[in-house]
């Protein structure tokens, strides 16, 4: 259940329902994502820490390989932390990082299916963090209820889900036609809507995150997007990001697109082109995260 780019079919990050998935393979994968991510994440802490300051438990539900659960120890001296997660090799990466942090003192893990794994938790929860990993279950209102359950009094659930589709390139960047990542969007949404209607238990629900967390016997607080912003010409790591990227959207809906946008990723893909991402000097991120909370009443 690591955290994700949005939408991205064929190693989305949380989708634990794709059995087919290394998570050991693609543990550094994930890691080196959300480390592009840290400064995003710590922004979002900051804020979290105006309304819940000393948390005594801070629990990552979709933590994947722990690099956002290890910056919650960081940012949050005084807590402890428990990352929780399907995916035992995932966690096991959390573990060494967390070591290597010097944080382990104060950090534990949990493996299983949300939300049932959240019932091993021994104590309920100050703050909850949940990153993309609510649209993973199939009746995300139900969902919702059991993460509220699993706070305490005055607890603060945080949800990430939402904000906007990330961009990194221009309209038209000289080769193929014109709005390519505009297509690729419009591909990536029709599969996200495949994906949960085939979920188990898949509940057709509006995504009004603040009447879903009402729902669930909480009170919305307040909500703020918070945006990554690299300018191009991107250095390296910002190159990797993309491409990662790029390739599960070829990899994962290549059977949607035509047969000009599926050679226009390849070139893009390709090292030796010099159009490619690796190249290009136009290429930047541009991503946006949305983060609701809601308190549990005292």
């Not at 998570?23 to 400064?39: C, D, H, R």
């Not at 995916?87 to 060494?96: K, T, Y």
């Not at 009447?211 to 919305?220: H, N, Q, W």
Request: with cysteine.
């Amino acid at each position: 259940m690591a955290h994700d780019h949005h939408h991205a079919p064929a190693g989305h990050g949380h989708a634990h329902h794709h059995t087919d998935i290394d998570w050991a393979e693609m543990g550094p994968v994930l890691e080196s994502q959300a480390e592009l991510l840290a400064p995003l994440y710590r922004e979002a802490m900051a804020w979290l820490a105006e309304e819940t300051p000393e948390p005594g438990l801070i629990v990552d539900a979709g933590s994947g390989p722990g690099v956002v659960a290890c910056l919650f120890a960081e940012e949050f001296p005084g807590a402890r932390v428990t990352a929780v997660d399907g995916s035992g090799p995932l966690l096991e990466r959390a573990q060494v990082r967390a070591a290597r942090l010097g944080v382990d003192g104060r950090f534990a893990t949990v493996t299983g299916e949300l939300p049932d794994a959240l019932d091993e938790l021994e104590f309920p929860a100050d703050l909850l963090w949940a990153s993309r990993s609510l649209h993973h279950l199939g009746d995300q209102r139900a969902g919702l209820a059991a993460f509220a359950e699993r706070l305490a009094p005055g607890g603060t659930l945080a949800l990430l889900e939402g904000g906007l589709p990330a961009r990194y390139l221009p309209r038209d960047i000289g080769i193929g036609r014109p709005g390519l990542q505009s297509r690729l969007n419009a591909a990536e949404e029709e599969w996200f809507s495949r994906m949960r209607a085939e979920l188990p238990g898949a509940v057709a629900e509006p995504e009004d995150w603040p009447a879903l967390l009402t729902a669930a016997g909480l009170k919305p607080t307040r909500t703020r997007t918070f945006l990554l912003d690299l300018p191009a010409p991107a250095d390296e790591a910002a190159r990797d990001y993309a491409a990662a990227y790029f390739t599960r959207l070829r990899d994962g809906l290549g059977d949607v697109l035509d047969a000009d946008d599926r050679a226009t990723l390849d070139r893009l893909l390709d090292r030796a082109d010099p159009e490619s991402l690796y190249h290009r000097a136009d290429l930047f991120v541009l991503d946006a995260y949305t983060v609701y909370t809601a308190v549990r009443p005292r």
